[in-house]
C-alpha cells in the first residue's frame, strides 16, 4: 500500500490532532509523525522548549512544539530528544529534519538585483551553492532543513515549512 496516500486519508478522514500538528516544522528525530503528535497533545510541562538552547522551539495555542527558525537555526544537539520520551524523539533519527526549503527568486536580491551571498556560509552542509556567482541553488539531498540559513537571509527569502505531501511533516 502507498504509505503516503493512506495517511493522507487518514489525516483528511480523522482530522483531530494531526491537523493541527502537520501545519507545524516538526522538531528533528521524529521517528513516527503519529506517535509525536499524540506523545506532544499528551506532554504536560513540554520541556523541549526549555532544553533547546537556540531557542527554536516553541508552542503554539493548542501547546504543540514546532521549529521557528526566524532568529536561528538547529545544530541537532540532541537536547530536546534527551528529555523527550523515545517514543517522541528518538536522537538516533538523525537529519533531515522532516520539512521542505524554498528559495523565492522573486525576494532573493542574488537573483537578478544584485550582489548577495549571506545564505551559503552559514550552511553546515554546503547544501547552498551559486550557481554561475549569481544564483543560490538549494542541493535538496544536501540540506538538512536546520534553518541556519533562514535568518541569514537579509530578504527572508528562505522558507522551511511543514511537508505537505502525504499527510505528515
Not at 509523525?33 to 523541549?48: K, L, Y
Not at 541537532?76 to 523527550?84: I, L, Q, R, T
Not at 554561475?132 to 541569514?152: F, N, Q, Y
Request: glycine residues 12%; hydrophobic residues 35%.
Amino acid at each position: 500500500m502507498d504509505y503516503s496516500r493512506r495517511n493522507l486519508l487518514r489525516g483528511l478522514l480523522n482530522p483531530g490532532i494531526w491537523t493541527q500538528y502537520r501545519n507545524r516544522v516538526p522538531l528533528p528525530y521524529v521517528r513516527d509523525p503519529d506517535a509525536a503528535c499524540r506523545g506532544c497533545a499528551a506532554c504536560v510541562d513540554s520541556p523541549c522548549v526549555d532544553a533547546c538552547g537556540r531557542k527554536i522551539i516553541g508552542l503554539d495555542r493548542d501547546g504543540l512544539p514546532g521549529l521557528d527558525f526566524s532568529g536561528d537555526g538547529c545544530t541537532f544537539c540532541g537536547d530536546c530528544a534527551a528529555v523527550c520520551g523515545p517514543e517522541v524523539l528518538d536522537v538516533t533519527i538523525g537529519p533531515p529534519i522532516a520539512a521542505e526549503i524554498e528559495l523565492d527568486r522573486q525576494l532573493c536580491v542574488a537573483w537578478g538585483r544584485g550582489i548577495c551571498n549571506d545564505c551559503v556560509e552559514p550552511c553546515p552542509e554546503d547544501a547552498i551553492l551559486m550557481v554561475g556567482l549569481m544564483h543560490p541553488r538549494v542541493i535538496e539531498d544536501r540540506c538538512t532543513r536546520c534553518g541556519l540559513c533562514v535568518p541569514a537571509c537579509p530578504q527572508g527569502a528562505i522558507r522551511i515549512r511543514p511537508k505537505l505531501t502525504g499527510g505528515h511533516p
